[in-house]
């Protein structure tokens, strides 16, 4: 696991990252996200469209027929987002809740359609999960951390007031002997959003864990990797109170541990 004094290191240096990112960053005419106005889409970004297209026709059909009206909630991640099929139900008491989880993707994937997949939907609130296929892939905590800190420049130079949650990467069974990764990458993060304003962690890892630290089986499908209806209930009563005390934006609130 690594020391609060690492992670402190980290969050300062991916700050820094993250602002001069921001400071760049500029719409595509066809949505995500550039370092300039006039610069052309980049090989990562052609690649991952490619790979993800019929996932963001899919989405962008869906706008056509009916867009989400601004100032909602919108939950961006990877397959556990795109798989929660109540997740409207889940939240009812919020007015705009939508989902643009697409299953396998990355924390680097969403960072780079940031644009098409949040900022087109002006929310006051996005939550985004991904991260643990990162890890599965090869990349580093550090990796990820730096992918989410792209994704909230982005966010944060279009949408100035919207306010940034991380979702913590899950303790999946399947998953089990990326623990230590997936712990340096939720203390890393979570030391990031410390000194981010307007941001919260939110900690689904730690109740996800039983008494011998090990993930709870009885969370998750078959499959030991994706959750099932009482995994997704215990992220709806985490979320849910997470929701219910978001702060007006401006200010920053501890959620879960960090």
Not at 42 to 67: C, I, M, N, T, V
Not at 118 to 134: C, I
Request: hydrophobic content about 40%.
């Amino acid at each position: 696991m690594v020391s609060m004094k690492a992670a402190a290191r980290l969050a300062l240096f991916s700050l820094a990252f993250a602002g001069a990112l921001a400071a760049q960053a500029e719409p595509l005419p066809g949505g995500g996200s550039a370092l300039s106005p006039a610069a052309a889409p980049s090989p990562a970004y052609s690649a991952a469209r490619a790979r993800w297209q019929g996932d963001l026709s899919a989405f962008a059909a869906a706008d056509r027929e009916r867009l989400p009206e601004p100032g909602g909630v919108v939950f961006v991640g990877s397959s556990t987002i795109r798989m929660w099929s109540r997740l409207a139900q889940d939240f009812s008491q919020q007015p705009v809740i939508v989902n643009r989880g697409f299953g396998g993707s990355t924390m680097a994937d969403c960072s780079l359609f940031a644009s098409e997949l949040v900022v087109r939907y002006q929310p006051r609130l996005v939550l985004v999960y991904a991260g643990d296929n990162d890890l599965a892939e090869g990349r580093t905590p550090l990796q990820v951390l730096e992918s989410f800190a792209q994704f909230a420049s982005t966010v944060r130079a279009a949408l100035p007031d919207t306010r940034i949650a991380y979702i913590s990467v899950k303790p999946s069974p399947s998953r089990e002997k990326l623990l230590p990764g997936i712990r340096e990458t939720n203390n890393v993060i979570g030391a990031y959003l410390k000194r981010l304003p307007n941001s919260d962690y939110i900690d689904v890892f730690t109740p996800m864990l039983a008494a011998d630290g090990r993930p709870r089986p009885e969370l998750f499908r078959g499959d030991r990797l994706h959750l099932n209806d009482e995994g997704y209930r215990l992220w709806q009563s985490v979320i849910a109170s997470h929701l219910q005390q978001t702060p007006p934006a401006g200010t920053s609130v501890a959620q879960g541990t960090r």
